[in-house]
Structure formats: structure tokens, C-alpha cells
Nanobody, 119 residues
Framework: QVQLVESGGGLVQAGGSLRLSCAFS????????MGWFRQAPGKEREFVAA?????YYADFVKGRFTISRDVANNTLSLQMNSLQPEDTAVYYC???????????????WGQGTQVTVSS
């Protein structure tokens, strides 16, 4: 019943920008922590950003990525600027953390959207 659907991924050149969106079906998510994670082939899923009353970012995206939430439209967004090849990964929207926001311990996940950055 709970659905998280990511969109906005694609192929961009280094230095380019993308805006990812996550549409969520559960209205209560608007008042609970949500986050973005990413996973590259052969690597563990890693924290990118999270939002509740404030925002939290992984060090490697600070100053480049911005997480936001549109409560009225039940969407979570991730604006990604100055993309680099190392940002290439599948990006996942997550909701309802079971533990710390920065840890891969969320109850709900989207299917992911591919982001590929060419050099």
C-alpha cells in the first residue's frame, strides 16, 4: 500500500544538474523524516541527504545537493548540481527510519532511479 516512486534520473555530463523527485502515497510521511540514498555497483548503499525539521547531508554532497519536501504535493526532491562521475549510482527515496537518519535503516524504499554522469 505504501508507495515511493522516484523520477528524474538520467545521463548528464560532469558539471551538469538533475532534479530527482519522489512521490509518496503515505500522507504522514510529510511530517516524518525522509531521505535519499544511493548505491553504485559493487558498493553499499550510502546516505546522501535527509530532511525533518532540518536537513542533513553527506560530506561529499554539501554545497552541491539540496533536499526539499513539497508537503502539499506529497513529494520529496533532490536538486543535484555540479554533478561528478563519482555521483553515478542508483538513487533511492526512503521513508520512516527505524534508527538514525543517516543509516540504511528505513522501512520503505522506492525502486530507484539511475543517475549517470559522464566525464
Amino acid at each position: 500500500q505504501v508507495q515511493l516512486v522516484e523520477s528524474g534520473g538520467g545521463l548528464v555530463q560532469a558539471g551538469g544538474s538533475l532534479r530527482l523527485s519522489c512521490a509518496f502515497s503515505e500522507r504522514t510521511f510529510s511530517s516524518k523524516p525522509m531521505g535519499w540514498f544511493r548505491q553504485a555497483p559493487g558498493k553499499e548503499r550510502e546516505f546522501v541527504a535527509a530532511i525533518m525539521w532540518s536537513t542533513y547531508y553527506a560530506d561529499f554532497v554539501k554545497g552541491r545537493f539540496t533536499i526539499s519536501r513539497d508537503v502539499a504535493n506529497n513529494t520529496l526532491s533532490l536538486q543535484m548540481n555540479s554533478l561528478q562521475p563519482e555521483d553515478t549510482a542508483v538513487y533511492y527515496c526512503a521513508a520512516e527510519p527505524r534508527g538514525r537518519l543517516l543509516v540504511n535503516e528505513y522501512n520503505y524504499w522506492g525502486q530507484g532511479t539511475q543517475v549517470t554522469v559522464s566525464s
